[in-house]
Structures are given as structure tokens and as C-alpha cells.
């Protein structure tokens, strides 16, 4: 096998923070030795999510077996999802700094699964995958993120399985979404008309809704910066995690810029 340096672009604070977290976490449950010390878990954690590596690669490179590689990851990803916002504080918080409006968006999380595996399966993307739907501010930084539910699932859908509508209506806000959200209540979720020959007011009204939720666009490239996400090769149900653990991570990152 062969080795090579390698660099993960990612702050030392961030690394720091991980290892903290894993050093708490090791004192509250009296773990006395591991075959890692909690900063070289942390970066194990953050080369595998950001990389995309497979465990055998990175197994090798740290000196472990692959089951261990295994398990310091799974565990450090599970301490990062639990500090993860909840829907209701990421709006309490938009509501906070004086909001009137949330970006509302949902994407597909590609997965490697068979072609039987027809609730994973997306129409819309052609592919297999967990549909993830995300909050942002205005400026298109990331509130909350969702578990991961089957790709099969329409957004609207997913929007009221979050029950979404409900919680922007308890928090006075409104958000703007694309055109997969129509069919829910306009006065929550501002959506674009669609059609041709518009009037005049209508093409306004688009160009507006565009121009206001543009920087949301940038939410799912802050989670998809990591490889992890470009073909999940796990269990489907550590997709949530994951995907909490990474919104974390990028609130690290964010924190130290």
C-alpha cells in the first residue's frame, strides 16, 4: 500500500473544538484508553467526512483496523448531530435578530443503492438518495437542517412531514421557496407563479422572489463541500446524522473565520 501527505481544509480551531468534545465525552462515560487520543479521532472524523474516504484508506493511514476506523467515526459524527439546532431554535433565533423571512430548501443526497430500492429513488433527480430540506437567513447562512427522509418524497411533502408550515406561522415568519413547494399555504411559503404569458405584476413579483432568495442557494453548497455527500456509501439511517454533524462543523468553521 502507499502513503501520501494530505491536507483537509478545514481551521485548527475547528479540529480543536472536536477534540474537546470527544474528551468530555470520554471523561463522562470514564474511557480510560483508546488506541486514538481524542485529537487524532477528531481528525479522523473530519478527513472522513470531508474526503469521502473509504475506512479501509483510512484505516491504514492512522494505523488502526477498519472496524475501529468505523466506530471513532460513527461515535464522533453522533456527539457532533446531538449539538445539532432543533427546527424551532433555528427559528426562534431567525426571529431574534429580526427576521421577517427564511430560505427554504430541499435537495438529494445521493446514495449507492440498488435499483429495487424504489423509495429511495428520485423522479425528479434520476437517482437514489435521502431528501434533506434546510433553513437559512437571508444572507444564506445555515439555520437548520432535517433527518433525512426516503429521496421518493416530494419537498412539499417533506415540508409538512417537518411540519414546517406550522412552525413558521407559530414563529410569524414566512419563507421563500422554489416551485416544488407549491400546493402549501402562499402567506408561509412564498413560491413563484408559474406559466407562460404572465402579467406584468406576476413577472415582477418573480423577479423579486428570486432576487431575495438567491443567497440561499449557498446553504446546500456549505454541506455538499463535503465529499461525503457525494455518494453515501452507509446505512441510509446514519444519513441524518451526518448531515447534522456536518451543519455543526460548518457552524465551527463559520465561528472562526
Given amino acids: 500500500m502507499l502513503f501520501y501527505p494530505a491536507a483537509l481544509p478545514l481551521s485548527t480551531a475547528t479540529l480543536n473544538r472536536v477534540a474537546r468534545l470527544i474528551r468530555t465525552h470520554r471523561k463522562t462515560i470514564g474511557s480510560r484508553w483508546r488506541v486514538l487520543d481524542p485529537g487524532a479521532q ?12 473509504r475506512f479501509a484508506n483510512l484505516a491504514a493511514g492512522f494505523g488502526i483496523s477498519p472496524a475501529t476506523a468505523w466506530r471513532r467515526t460513527r461515535e464522533t459524527v453522533r456527539l457532533l448531530a446531538a449539538r445539532a439546532p432543533g427546527i424551532k431554535d433555528a ?26 430500492d424504489r423509495p429511495f429513488y428520485s423522479g425528479k433527480h ?17 439555520l437548520w437542517v432535517s433527518g433525512a427522509i426516503r429521496g421518493a418524497t416530494h419537498d412539499t411533502k417533506a415540508a409538512r412531514i417537518w411540519q414546517i408550515p406550522r412552525l413558521l406561522a407559530e414563529f410569524g415568519l414566512f419563507a421563500l421557496g422554489d416551485k416544488g413547494y407549491e400546493g402549501l399555504d402562499r402567506d408561509l411559503v412564498a413560491t ?16 423579486l422572489h428570486a432576487r431575495l432568495r438567491g443567497p440561499g442557494e449557498r446553504m446546500f453548497a456549505q454541506l455538499k463541500k463535503w465529499s461525503i455527500f457525494d455518494q453515501l456509501r452507509c446505512d441510509p439511517g446514519q444519513a441524518t ?14 465561528r472562526s473565520s
Fill in 42 to 53: 477528531a481528525l479522523l472524523t473530519l478527513a472522513y467526512l470531508h474526503k469521502g474516504e
Fill in 241 to 254: 446524522q451526518i448531515a447534522k454533524a456536518i451543519q455543526v462543523l460548518n457552524d465551527c468553521e463559520h
Fill in 192 to 207: 413563484p407563479f408559474r406559466g407562460r404569458g404572465k402579467p406584468e405584476w406576476q413577472k415582477e413579483y418573480n423577479r
Fill in 91 to 116: 427559528l426562534r433565533h431567525a426571529k431574534r435578530t429580526g427576521a421577517v423571512f427564511v430560505i427554504l430548501d430541499g435537495t438529494l443526497i445521493h446514495l449507492n443503492r440498488d435499483q429495487i
Fill in 126 to 142: 434520476k437517482r437514489h438518495g435521502m431528501n434533506l430540506q434546510a433553513i437559512a437567513d437571508a444572507r444564506g447562512n445555515l
